[in-house]
């Protein structure tokens, strides 16, 4: 019986369950997770089972010194328990570990809860998406790219350097850049695995994953060439632009001095398109136009933000607008107040296309610091548009699997956007796309900028932080501009809990949503 790709993906994904490694230690609680984690009803490695993980410990402590073995546990049904990777741990031993409170039992759990659930929901969502791909790839091609590609995840995260070398080898034959789409997703994939693999520590290690130095400021040229196709040939951009900018021009009605601070500065493209879109839009808005508009750009170029800053300008002074530009040259964690230079009787507006992710660490002190800033400034409103996707997860495997479905989609709607061997198309995968991935699955540590979350966990934060949702109610607004845009069919856009999120089928992509001072 020929098995469907999406019996495989289930498959894989409780193969991924069942030795589930972490490798994140939490220093304030003296839990060390370098561990592989077993499910009820799955395999389970050969070692005993540390009696002080049994989920029943706290109510029953004479089972914590009776605790039964790893096999025996799972085969009667019990609670997720714990493994180590290291046969060698004397795990009969209880004096060696330290002494954790309930909150940590409960903290361990729901950690390790969250991220299988994320792989379960990323594995049947990919079911979806990839049934189409079976015709393509022949069906059991196809099954065996995912099967070999998950495999080989989860030989890096147990740190088996030899058992996943070896299907870097078979997957570099068939991960072909020019293939299908699943398989130039996976060679973006292959890339980020092998890069992870050289990086890799000795457990027990002290120490963050980066990026290899040589590959560092490397390809600028062609990256800027790919972000300029992505912008030009990919809707999530010019998406995200379109909504700021119907916001900013609802919130500027009737207001005569306009201030927006734009966060990462139009993520680095070389002509301001956002800002040349909102001034030709002003100009040409029934009534009377702001009499004056200042523009405050953040970034890490100040040569490039000048230019900008010229050509914004020039373009201003020709259709009659008060412009201002101004520029700080600073990333956002050491932005303050006075770096902005307000004036009195200015409405603020602050605009984050694509950037503060950026600023998300393991610890929520530079984010929560970012956002106390801004909150300071006292803006009219606050658009934050970002990857509606998991990627900050604590976990590698979770955070592969979320990466996994999200990019496929991605590549999927270039498949159908752009011919095979179109270079556009390659530039934008390679150059754009997978560094995207790279990051997510080579990097840990600071190194790792591309820490994507889910809307409703931006609610939590910025809810933290003082500001409240704003509603955008123009679904139809962006809708109308979506059937104008040059895109193929498959894109939708969809209202979910006062945001608008652009999606590729069933899968989103792409969330604006913007917030007030509470």
Request: with cysteine.
């Amino acid at each position: 019986m020929l098995y469907t790709l999406e019996e495989e993906i289930m498959s894989s994904a409780r193969c991924v369950q069942s030795e589930f490694c972490s490798e994140r230690s939490y220093e304030n609680t003296g839990l060390d997770l370098n561990f592989c984690y077993s499910m009820p009803q799955f395999s389970a490695l050969e070692n005993d089972l540390p009696a002080w993980f049994d989920p029943d410990e706290t109510r029953s402590h004479k089972r914590v010194k009776q605790g039964p073995s790893a096999t025996e546990s799972i085969g009667n049904g019990a609670g997720l328990y714990v493994t180590s990777c290291n046969s060698k741990t004397n795990t009969n031993s209880l004096n060696s570990v330290p002494r954790l409170h309930f909150r940590d039992y409960i903290w361990a759990y729901t950690e390790r809860y969250l991220a299988i659930e994320a792989m379960e929901e990323a594995a049947a969502a990919m079911m979806v998406g990839e049934r189409n791909e079976v015709k393509e790839e022949e069906g059991s091609d196809g099954m065996k790219l995912v099967q070999q590609l998950i495999a080989c995840a989860e030989a890096v995260a147990c740190r088996d350097k030899t058992h996943a070398s070896a299907l870097l080898s078979e997957l570099r034959a068939k991960a072909l850049v020019f293939g299908t789409s699943f398989q130039r997703v996976a060679s973006c994939f292959v890339q980020g695995l092998s890069d992870r693999l050289v990086l890799l520590q000795p457990l027990g290690a002290v120490g963050v994953l980066g990026p290899p130095a040589k590959t560092v400021n490397t390809f600028e040229a062609e990256k800027d060439e790919a972000l300029s196709l992505v912008y030009d040939i990919c809707p999530q951009i010019q998406f995200g632009h379109f909504v700021a900018n119907a916001s900013i021009l609802e919130a500027f009605e009737g207001e005569s001095y306009v201030h927006i601070v734009d966060l990462g500065m139009t993520l680095g493209l070389h002509h301001g398109q956002q800002w040349r879109n909102l001034i030709h839009s002003l100009a040409n808005h029934p009534g009377q136009p702001p009499r004056r508009l200042r523009i405050t750009g953040v970034g890490n170029s100040g040569e490039r933000l000048r230019a900008i800053g010229d050509e914004l300008d020039s373009y201003a002074r020709s259709l009659g607008l008060n412009f201002e530009f101004l520029w700080v040259e600073s990333c956002l964690e050491n932005l303050k107040p006075k770096h902005f230079k307000l004036h009195d009787g200015e409405v603020v507006i602050i605009n984050g296309i694509l950037h503060l992710h950026c600023v998300v660490k393991e610890s929520r002190g530079a984010l929560n610091s970012v956002l106390q800033i801004l909150h300071e400034l006292s803006p009219k409103l606050l658009i934050l548009v970002e990857q509606d996707s998991s990627h900050n997860g604590p976990f590698f495997l979770g955070r592969f699997m979320e990466a996994l479905h999200y990019y496929s989609a991605i590549f999927d709607s270039l498949d159908a956007m752009l011919p095979k061997y179109d270079t556009r198309r390659a530039k934008i995968e390679q150059f754009f796309f997978a560094e995207e991935i790279k990051n997510i699955i080579s990097c840990e540590g600071p190194a790792r900028v591309e820490r994507h979350e889910r809307v409703d966990q931006w609610r939590r934060r910025l809810s933290r932080a003082g500001f409240q949702p704003a509603p955008i109610k123009m679904i139809m607004q962006a809708k109308q501009w979506l059937g104008k845009a040059k895109v193929c069919d498959g894109y939708t856009v969809t209202e979910e809990k006062a945001c608008l999120v652009l999606g590729w089928k069933s899968k989103p992509i792409i969330a604006v949503s913007c917030w007030k001072c509470s």
